[in-house]
């Protein structure tokens, strides 16, 4: 069986839904992808969305096999099917996040919308993004398949080291919180510091590294601004990318996880974090108690002093902090790639 494999940008760079495509492929032997990517030509903001939107259809035309299913791998590639005429379709959708949280009135989302609703199969990730996909986009439940993420237990496994940190002046006697992911307002980033500076006057020797690239520069001058007004210039540490071998030595080095998002459609960070023995504090809030369960803390991500507290709680309570280890040892494990391939054959094989 081949695929049109409609994938945007080619890039080297494993982020959320490009991980998410790359495992479950990993695992499809007999699937032949026809990969329809366009070229990176610039780091310019904005230039390659350019391409996107106005090159990448006539691309997509021209490389696609009549016979073949045609599976769209994001939601803001959905537009291509409100742009063209063709049949067996499928659209991986993460999330419609400018829709249902930000309210967009974007044109190009309007026809991702549109796009979403003309594919014969849709792909999402959790319970959560299939009741947003129906209720936002119209779009009928039944020809939606949940897929959820998971995590990739070769990679990601209890190995209990801070070596790493040492690269980031933190020492070994130092607690450390990670955060991982980008700076959008959605992410809560700005909430995390408030709250952190909170712990830090109950707990002096801490220090909150987060991973990821800025992707929202003007957020991260504000943050700069934030960290700078709390006198937390020497405890806030941003890495930047890393590497995903990088990320799970992260995972293994610091104390404790936080993930104080307000939308997630799904949410992986926690769920690696999980699966390298540290214990975690997410949101209790859109898919975030579906993926972690019992396993983690769910916490109020606008009531700054509680999530102080229930940091502090998981820092200081040795019997807490044992437990949510063993939970979430246990909750990982119950997320595979290999169910989730099977699951993306059983569509193909439908259409």
Not at 251 to 266: I, K, M, Q
Request: proline share 5%; hydrophobic share 40%; glycine share 4%.
């Amino acid at each position: 069986m081949e695929i049109d494999y409609i994938n945007g940008l080619k890039t080297d760079e494993i982020f959320a839904m490009s991980k998410y495509q790359s495992e479950i492929h990993s695992r499809l032997n007999n699937i032949k992808l026809n990969k329809i990517e366009y070229p990176n030509l610039s780091k310019v903001a904005g230039v390659n969305k350019a391409v996107e939107y106005f090159a990448y259809p006539f691309i997509v035309k021209k490389k696609v096999n009549k016979n073949n299913i045609k599976h769209i791998t994001r939601q803001d590639l959905a537009f291509l099917l409100e742009l063209t005429d063709f049949e067996k379709t499928i659209v991986t959708c993460h999330d419609i996040i400018p829709i249902a949280y930000y309210k967009t009135r974007s044109p190009f989302w309007k026809l991702n919308a549109k796009g979403l609703r003309k594919a014969e199969k849709i792909i999402t990730v959790s319970e959560f993004s299939k009741q947003d996909i129906s209720k936002y986009i119209k779009y009928p439940e039944e020809n939606i398949e949940i897929i959820a993420p998971a995590v990739d237990h070769r990679l990601y496994f209890p190995n209990r080291s801070k070596k790493c940190l040492s690269k980031y002046g933190i020492g070994n006697d130092e607690k450390v919180i990670l955060y991982v992911g980008a700076e959008e307002p959605r992410k809560n980033v700005q909430f995390l510091i408030n709250s952190f500076s909170k712990l830090k006057n109950k707990i002096p020797h801490i220090k909150l590294l987060k991973a990821g690239t800025p992707n929202y520069l003007f957020v991260r001058k504000k943050l700069l601004e934030q960290i700078k007004a709390l006198n937390l210039q020497n405890d806030v540490i941003f890495t930047g990318y890393v590497s995903e071998t990088e990320l799970a030595e992260i995972y293994n080095a610091v104390d404790l996880f936080v993930f104080p998002s307000l939308y997630e459609g799904f949410g992986i960070p926690p769920l690696e974090a999980m699966a390298c023995g540290t214990p975690v504090i997410t949101s209790n809030t859109s898919s975030l108690p579906e993926v972690v369960g019992d396993a983690a803390v769910q916490a109020d991500p606008f009531n700054v002093e509680k999530f102080a507290e229930e940091m502090y709680e998981v820092l200081t309570n040795e019997e807490l902090k044992e437990e949510m280890i063993r939970k979430g040892l246990k909750r990982s494990k119950m997320f595979s790639w290999d169910i989730s391939a099977k699951k993306t054959l059983k569509v193909y094989k439908e259409l």
